[in-house]
């Protein structure tokens, strides 16, 4: 496309066209299942760059599809130009007004790093390289949304690139509607190039991981069950399922508690009873290591996973997850909710009421092994009792945005879409449109 031939004199930032050395690498989302094709990849130097590109893009017919790094591909970037964010990294604090502002391309590790030494805190995923933006854009749910809700819930301002190519800060005051979606609806309404984030009080973190051979399953699985039914909203546990390759089966719990060592372990006096772990990683941490926890990758690699909400994780629900063999998955993890996430929200997901989410992963080497994997996880998530709905950060690319959000919100969601970009020139990972 020969308009594309102009694009290093309209941005400061990097441009890959196809057929250039590098390009092909470049397009590539951090999800290497997701094949993912491109018109030309942009790597912003800054908000002005975004804007600049904009314009630049109205009226070619192209799109833009943003992504900072890529974790929630879905490849739908047919007719795009995919703009990377990641040099949009700034990040200041203020530890009085405990408010943070920070780039687009800032991962949650960093906001940690630079949270942590005010004792104040950010609201972090388990991955520490995952951008805040991105988590915040799908809702987010975090190691503390317990004690303080959603991510979303989090942000006061964002800053913007409208459809027209104008920088603009947009807050609930100036604009409830775009503020409303951009507050967990996706990123499909403008480009967001900043936020500005409540920072919440943090002194104290206790942490860590307890892992158990398989065979200590149903124990385990007892003492996950007995603390989630009473946990104080400080306290977060996840259970997790693994088996990996060349290793034998294993059982874990995750734990993190905004509170000092002796309360944690008072708490997670239960714990004692069981088996003595192969290891036990628990200890005081700073919020900048929550991301140590569950050691997720931090390198790009091929991964297929499906999300879903529990109504209920009872005797049945239970033995149906430590009786069905989890190959060819890797991990199947639930997370205990509730606590903050069920208050009122004004953000597009509203309150979280169900009590646990699930989560499954595999990773496929031959198409044959990634049916294999999406064939596992539809047959047991039929298996349990699961929520209709469920939030955007676990949708797959095989859904929509009417596999989270009721009619109402969507309608909403589509409206505020028409307004704010009626050529549709943004193309998020799940559009408001079909």
Known sequence: ??????????????????????????RKPWNRAVEQHAEAVVE??????????????????????????????????????????GRLDAVSVDPVARVAW???????????????????TGLPG????????????GGGLSWFGRKYGWVADSVRAFDVVDAEGRERHITHDSDPDLFWALRGGGGDFAVVT???????????LYGGRILWPAHHAPAVMDAFRHLTESAPPELTLWLDLLHFPGSTPKIALDITHLGPRPEAESLLTPLKALPTPLTDTRRPMQVSDVGSITAEPTTPGPGISQGELLTTLDDVTAKTLLTTPLHPLLTLQIRHLGAA?????????????APYALYMFGTPTTPQSATAITTKQTTLAASLPTTPLKPLTYLNPTESLSHTFPTPTLTRLRTTKSHHDPTHLFQSNHPTHP
């Open 102 to 120: 920070i780039g687009a391309g800032v991962p949650s590790g960093r906001l940690q790093e630079a949270a942590a030494p005010h004792g104040l």
């Open 194 to 204: 900043a936020l500005e984030l409540t920072l919440h009080p943090a002194p104290h």
């Open 126 to 137: 388990s991955s520490p390289i995952v951008s805040v933006a991105g988590v915040a854009l």
């Open 341 to 353: 996430f069920t208050a009122p929200s004004d953000s597009p997901h509203g309150p979280l009421t």
């Open 44 to 85: 912003a130097a800054d908000a002005a760059d975004v804007a600049a590109l904009v314009r630049f893009v109205r009226g070619t017919g192209l799109r833009i599809a943003v992504q900072p790094n890529g974790h929630g591909a879905t490849g739908r970037t047919e007719g795009a130009i995919v703009l990377r964010t």
């Open 1 to 26: 496309m020969n308009v594309l031939n102009t694009l290093r004199s309209v941005v400061r930032g990097r441009v890959w066209l196809p057929g250039e050395p590098g390009f092909d690498q470049a």
